[in-house]
């Protein structure tokens, strides 16, 4: 060997030393970030000791002798598992990412900006009653403890972006309920959608996707109703059983919000011990209270109501004037402000936020206005003043039986939501809580944006808290929400013209009226039911059709009972063949829109075939039958899946296609950590079953990503008030060098729940500051 290449290989080797040292020790530096979770932190803040013990998953057990303490130890044990996440989502509410990362940000700052969702917090917290103000102040206090005590590494996400946190405020955490009002209301866009679609496709076609009625409408409660696009907002499970009914005498209550899926989960669990109660549920990082849980006394949960609370108003702008609007009092002046936008890497951008008496003008955000000589403004009931929704979760978590928590439900006011309980007496029921408006006239039944001018279709209150849906009693055998019309038969006020499909809520019933007694284990596999009642009804429908066109691969089809079982081919063929058939029928008469509307509605493919209109294919010569479209879409599926899984359909799973990936907002664009850093499994379920496993509709090819789906599962008896089980979508730490960043995925796949009891061989207690 020469002397030259002899130096080179120990130069080579030199460099790849130095590169392991350079990588082992800056994972060794950025693990000394993970939290602390052993032996004493003395602080100020703390009133007296408080114990934090975890269990074998993280989820932590707070031990304190004032509410105070416990929300402060809250607070430091949030910041210690999540403080990105909190940091990103204040900054997503005040319209400030652009200043972290670029101009990428600046259109979501743009809209946050405009709705004034953190101004909307700062008003929560100055209206705040006492003991609200004290809850936020103590929680803050623990968050900003641990900033200013840190020592090691901060989250990676904050080396990587290149900036530190700044301290917590408490209208840092009074936003994630005003972008939880956001997420969870889509009328605003459905109104918009609408527009563009009735004016970009044939009038029947218009009437057939969006007013005429379901072919299922007419089993539900509410009468024959339209259902229309259900977008990833509109979804969750509850129910509660009555003591009748429950195999301990005691009632039964169940829960899984739907909701993104995603790193690091929306939740974080935890057990909250004090002299007053103890607490055991779902919390969010960035507030102090238990969102959805009990106190041993009570237990609540939450699915969206869907209910309309969103209204988009034509402003027309008065001639020659384009800084005045037409009101039915003469011309008005739009109330206008500055707003200054922060973006990393770039100049600060200046943008100007117009206002009608409707609310915040967002066409300026961009999109169709309408025409030239007019713009669309936004009422929505979260941007009501003395919004009091904060003060309703801290009574919730405070009250001891029904009765009070019915009474903290009136100042629960955004975003409308079922909230299903039960209390230990045995009172079981559910309130559709939340400010729904009151209209004096209603315009093209709220699907489209109505004219402002006149003063005609205005909003003049909203609806008393007596006159919302709701039940309660002792003698009920069971109460079923899941985002379906849970209105009473001759019920009148207007809640919305759309209500999403009810496959879930009768499925719900149907498992529940088939069981005896029942018991959590119970509970659990109807939480976890993965059958698809509109998608066997579109088989079973249309399967003949399959036979002719290709009887080898329909034959997968008969024996079909519905399961979406992510280890059978069915599943797989028929979502696929629904997928197709809505392509041939819709791709061509859509003119553009087929993308954006198609979103798995079964009920509207069966108007279309039964119709037969859209059958025909304008671009062809042909004369086409809706079997020939059928039959078609049947050849795609097998091609397309041949393609991508081999020709033999006993190797076909449904879990090839339908996978959650679950990414981490920032890892999930760095190449290398991307594929690192996030998770991705097999799993059961559609957008139909009661496991919900919503998967965007394929653009090209058959993958299926599962990106919806239940965030959290919470079941618990009320004989045994401690034994609460829980399951989460993900884990409890936001760093991936954590052993709790993705633990809990296959129990939440699995279905394997867990107690929140006190335990764990680690404890960190938090001293507070001895006093001379």
Same mark, same amino acid.
């Given at each position: 060997?020469?002397?030259?290449?002899?130096?080179?290989?120990?130069?080579?080797?030199?460099?790849?030393?130095?590169?392991?040292?350079?990588?082992?020790?800056?994972?060794?530096?950025?693990?000394?970030?993970?939290?602390?979770?052993?032996?004493?932190?003395?602080?100020?803040?703390?009133?007296?000791?408080?114990?934090?013990?975890?269990?074998?998953?993280?989820? !932590?057990?707070?031990?304190?002798?004032?509410?105070?303490?416990?929300?402060?130890?809250?607070?430091?044990?949030?910041?210690?598992?999540?403080?990105?996440?909190?940091?990103?989502?204040?900054?997503?509410?005040?319209?400030?990412?652009?200043?972290?990362?670029?101009?990428?940000?600046?259109?979501?700052?743009?809209?946050?900006?405009?709705?004034?969702?953190?101004?909307?917090?700062?008003?929560?917290?100055?209206?705040?009653?006492?003991?609200?103000?004290?809850?936020?102040?103590?929680?803050?206090?623990?968050?900003?403890?641990?900033?200013? +005590?840190?020592?090691?590494?901060?989250?990676?996400?904050?080396?990587?972006?290149?900036?530190?946190?700044?301290?917590?405020?408490?209208?840092?955490?009074?936003?994630?309920?005003?972008?939880?009002?956001?997420?969870?209301?889509?009328?605003?866009?459905?109104?918009?959608?609408?527009?563009?679609?009735?004016?970009?496709?044939?009038?029947?076609?218009?009437?057939?996707?969006?007013?005429?009625?379901?072919?299922?409408?007419?089993?539900?409660?509410?009468? +024959?109703?339209?259902?229309?696009?259900?977008?990833?907002?509109?979804?969750?499970?509850?129910?509660?059983?009555?003591?009748?009914?429950?195999?301990?005498?005691?009632?039964?209550?169940?829960?899984?919000?739907?909701?993104?899926?995603?790193?690091?989960?929306?939740?974080?669990?935890?057990?909250?011990?004090?002299?007053?109660?103890?607490?055991?549920?779902?919390?969010?990082?960035?507030?102090?209270?238990?969102?959805?849980?009990?106190?041993?006394?009570?237990?609540?949960?939450?699915?969206?109501?869907?209910?309309?609370?969103?209204?988009?108003?034509?402003?027309?702008?008065?001639?020659?004037?384009?800084?005045?609007?037409?009101?039915?009092?003469?011309?008005?002046?739009?109330?206008?402000?500055?707003?200054?936008?922060?973006?990393?890497?770039?100049?600060?951008?200046?943008?100007?936020?117009?206002?009608?008496?409707?609310?915040?003008?967002?066409?300026?955000?961009?999109?169709?206005?309408?025409?030239?000589?007019?713009?669309?403004?936004?009422?929505?009931?979260?941007?009501?003043?003395?919004?009091?929704?904060?003060?309703?979760?801290?009574?919730?978590?405070?009250?001891?039986?029904?009765?009070?928590?019915?009474?903290?439900?009136?100042?629960?006011?955004?975003?409308?939501?079922?909230?299903?309980?039960?209390?230990?007496?045995?009172?079981?029921?559910?309130?559709?809580?939340?400010?729904?408006?009151?209209?004096?006239?209603?315009?093209?039944?709220?699907?489209? !944006?109505?004219?402002?001018?006149?003063?005609?279709?205005?909003?003049?209150?909203?609806?008393?808290?007596?006159?919302?849906?709701?039940?309660?009693?002792?003698?009920? =055998?069971?109460?079923?929400?899941?985002?379906?019309?849970?209105?009473?038969?001759?019920?009148?006020?207007?809640?919305?013209?759309?209500?999403?499909?009810?496959?879930?809520?009768?499925?719900?019933?149907?498992?529940?009226?088939?069981?005896?007694?029942?018991?959590? =284990?119970?509970?659990?596999?109807?939480?976890?039911?993965?059958?698809?009642?509109?998608?066997?009804?579109?088989?079973?429908?249309?399967?003949?059709?399959?036979?002719?066109?290709?009887?080898?691969?329909?034959? +997968?089809?008969?024996?079909?009972?519905?399961?979406?079982?992510?280890?059978?081919?069915?599943?797989?063929?028929?979502?696929?063949?629904?997928?197709?058939?809505?392509?041939?029928?819709?791709? =061509?008469?859509?003119?553009?829109?087929?993308?954006?509307?198609?979103?798995?509605?079964?009920?509207?493919?069966?108007?279309?075939?039964?119709?037969?209109?859209?059958?025909?294919?304008?671009?062809? !010569?042909?004369?086409?039958?809706?079997?020939?479209?059928?039959?078609?879409?049947?050849?795609?599926?097998?091609?397309?899946?041949?393609?991508?899984?081999?020709?033999?359909?006993?190797?076909?799973?449904?879990?090839?296609?339908?996978?959650?990936?679950?990414?981490?907002?920032?890892?999930?664009?760095?190449?290398?950590?991307?594929?690192?850093?996030? @998770?991705?499994? @097999?799993?059961?379920?559609?957008?139909?079953?009661?496991?919900?496993?919503?998967?965007?509709?394929?653009?090209?090819?058959?993958?299926? !990503?599962?990106?919806?789906?239940?965030?959290?599962?919470?079941?618990?008896?009320?004989?045994?008030?401690?034994?609460?089980?829980?399951?989460?979508?993900?884990?409890?730490?936001?760093?991936?060098?954590?052993?709790?960043?993705?633990?809990?995925?296959?129990?939440?796949?699995?279905?394997?729940?867990?107690?929140?009891?006190?335990?764990?061989? +680690?404890?960190?207690?938090?001293?507070?500051?001895?006093?001379?």
């Amino acid at each position: 060997m020469s002397k030259a290449l002899r130096w080179t290989l120990r130069i080579i080797g030199s460099i790849l030393c130095l590169l392991i040292i350079g990588l082992v020790g800056g994972y060794l530096f950025l693990r000394s970030g993970l939290p602390q979770i052993d032996g004493e932190i003395t602080l100020k803040g703390v009133s007296a000791a408080v114990s934090i013990t975890r269990d074998e998953r993280g989820v !932590p057990t707070i031990s304190a002798q004032s509410s105070d303490d416990a929300y402060f130890a809250l607070g430091f044990v949030h910041a210690q598992d999540r403080l990105f996440q909190m940091d990103a989502m204040r900054r997503l509410g005040a319209g400030r990412l652009s200043e972290i990362l670029g101009d990428t940000a600046l259109e979501t700052d743009r809209l946050m900006r405009t709705l004034g969702l953190y101004a909307s917090a700062e008003d929560q917290v100055n209206a705040a009653s006492p003991a609200l103000k004290a809850a936020l102040t103590a929680y803050a206090a623990g968050v900003n403890a641990f900033i200013a +005590n840190h020592s090691g590494a901060w989250p990676p996400e904050f080396y990587l972006l290149n900036y530190r946190p700044e301290a917590w405020q408490p209208a840092d955490s009074l936003v994630w309920g005003r972008l939880m009002a956001l997420d969870l209301s889509n009328n605003w866009q459905a109104e918009a959608s609408n527009r563009s679609m009735k004016r970009g496709v044939p009038a029947y076609l218009y009437d057939l996707l969006v007013t005429a009625p379901s072919p299922r409408a007419a089993s539900n409660d509410g009468g +024959n109703l339209p259902l229309l696009r259900q977008p990833l907002s509109e979804a969750s499970n509850s129910w509660v059983v009555g003591p009748q009914q429950s195999a301990s005498g005691k009632p039964l209550i169940a829960n899984d919000p739907h909701l993104g899926l995603a790193l690091p989960s929306t939740w974080y669990l935890a057990r909250i011990e004090t002299p007053e109660m103890t607490w055991t549920g779902a919390t969010a990082p960035g507030m102090p209270f238990i969102i959805i849980g009990t106190n041993q006394l009570v237990a609540w949960t939450f699915t969206t109501t869907h209910g309309d609370t969103q209204d988009l108003f034509e402003e027309k702008l008065v001639a020659g004037r384009a800084n005045q609007y037409e009101t039915p009092d003469g011309p008005q002046p739009f109330v206008t402000h500055q707003e200054k936008i922060r973006v990393k890497g770039a100049d600060d951008t200046e943008i100007t936020i117009r206002s009608t008496r409707h609310g915040p003008v967002v066409s300026d955000l961009g999109g169709d206005p309408g025409t030239p000589d007019t713009v669309l403004a936004l009422s929505w009931t979260a941007l009501l003043p003395d919004d009091r929704t904060p003060e309703a979760i801290l009574a919730i978590n405070k009250a001891r039986d029904a009765a009070a928590l019915e009474v903290a439900l009136i100042d629960f006011h955004a975003p409308e939501q079922n909230v299903v309980y039960a209390d230990a007496e045995g009172i079981t029921g559910f309130i559709a809580a939340g400010r729904v408006p009151q209209r004096r006239t209603i315009f093209e039944g709220s699907r489209l !944006p109505a004219p402002g001018w006149s003063g005609a279709y205005d909003w003049i209150g909203t609806l008393p808290m007596s006159s919302l849906p709701q039940l309660r009693g002792d003698s009920i =055998d069971f109460l079923v929400t899941a985002n379906n019309d849970i209105r009473p038969l001759g019920y009148r006020p207007f809640i919305t013209a759309d209500w999403p499909d009810d496959a879930r809520a009768r499925r719900i019933r149907e498992l529940l009226r088939a069981g005896a007694l029942h018991t959590l =284990d119970r509970l659990k596999s109807i939480q976890l039911d993965s059958h698809s009642a509109p998608l066997l009804a579109f088989v079973r429908h249309w399967q003949s059709e399959a036979a002719k066109a290709d009887p080898d691969l329909a034959a +997968n089809l008969i024996d079909w009972d519905g399961s979406m079982d992510r280890n059978a081919a069915a599943p797989l063929i028929a979502t696929i063949w629904v997928d197709r058939v809505a392509k041939r029928l819709l791709a =061509d008469e859509m003119r553009g829109h087929f993308s954006d509307w198609w979103f798995w509605q079964i009920d509207r493919l069966e108007l279309l075939l039964a119709d037969g209109r859209a059958c025909d294919d304008v671009e062809s !010569p042909a004369k086409d039958s809706c079997a020939d479209i059928l039959a078609a879409a049947f050849a795609d599926t097998r091609r397309d899946l041949t393609a991508a899984y081999g020709s033999d359909p006993t190797h076909w799973h449904w879990g090839d296609s339908h996978r959650a990936p679950f990414n981490h907002p920032v890892y999930s664009h760095i190449p290398l950590l991307k594929d690192w850093l996030s @998770a991705d499994l @097999a799993t059961d379920g559609d957008f139909f079953s009661v496991n919900r496993g919503t998967t965007l509709p394929p653009r090209n090819g058959v993958a299926l !990503p599962h990106i919806h789906g239940p965030s959290l599962r919470f079941l618990m008896d009320f004989a045994d008030p401690d034994g609460a089980l829980f399951v989460l979508a993900g884990g409890q730490s936001g760093n991936p060098l954590s052993p709790h960043f993705t633990d809990g995925l296959a129990d939440w796949r699995d279905g394997s729940y867990r107690l929140l009891k006190e335990g764990g061989s +680690n404890q960190l207690v938090l001293e507070p500051v001895s006093t001379p």
